[in-house]
Nanobody, 124 residues
Framework: QVQLVESGGGLVQTGDSLRLSCVASGRTSSFYTMGWFRQAPGREREFVGCIRWSGGSTYYADSVKGRFTISRDNAANTVYMQMNSLKPEDTAIYYC?????????????????WGQGTQVTVSS
């Protein structure tokens, strides 16, 4: 089993920055992929970005590319998502998740473990 805990959300203004963290514990593997998803009220959960633990390859949704950056700390078993130039449309609960396939994938069904989420609110 793997446990994931997100943190770092909060209330910010348009143009501000936040850094989200996701700490993994339990049985983890360097071949996993860590994904970030978000869900706004009344909307479906959508893919934001992901990173391969081994090698650090990343992929981002077009809506955040150039503004968000995902990185990892191997020793701390932690993945970060730096969010810059935040917009009101970024307001959502943000979730981290693990895909044991180790592939860069946007598909929710391929992610096996999920955190509890952290709220990000961006005011105009």
């Amino acid at each position: 089993q793997v446990q994931l805990v997100e943190s770092g959300g909060g209330l910010v203004q348009t143009g501000d920055s936040l850094r989200l963290s996701c700490v993994a514990s339990g049985r983890t593997s360097s071949f996993y992929t860590m994904g970030w998803f978000r869900q706004a009220p009344g909307r479906e959960r959508e893919f934001v970005g992901c990173i391969r633990w081994s090698g650090g390859s990343t992929y981002y949704a077009d809506s955040v590319k150039g503004r968000f950056t995902i990185s990892r700390d191997n020793a701390a078993n932690t993945v970060y998502m730096q969010m810059n130039s935040l917009k009101p449309e970024d307001t959502a609960i943000y979730y981290c998740a693990i895909a044991r396939t180790g592939r860069l994938t946007i598909e929710r069904i391929e992610y096996d473990y999920w955190g509890q989420g952290t709220q990000v609110t961006v005011s105009s």
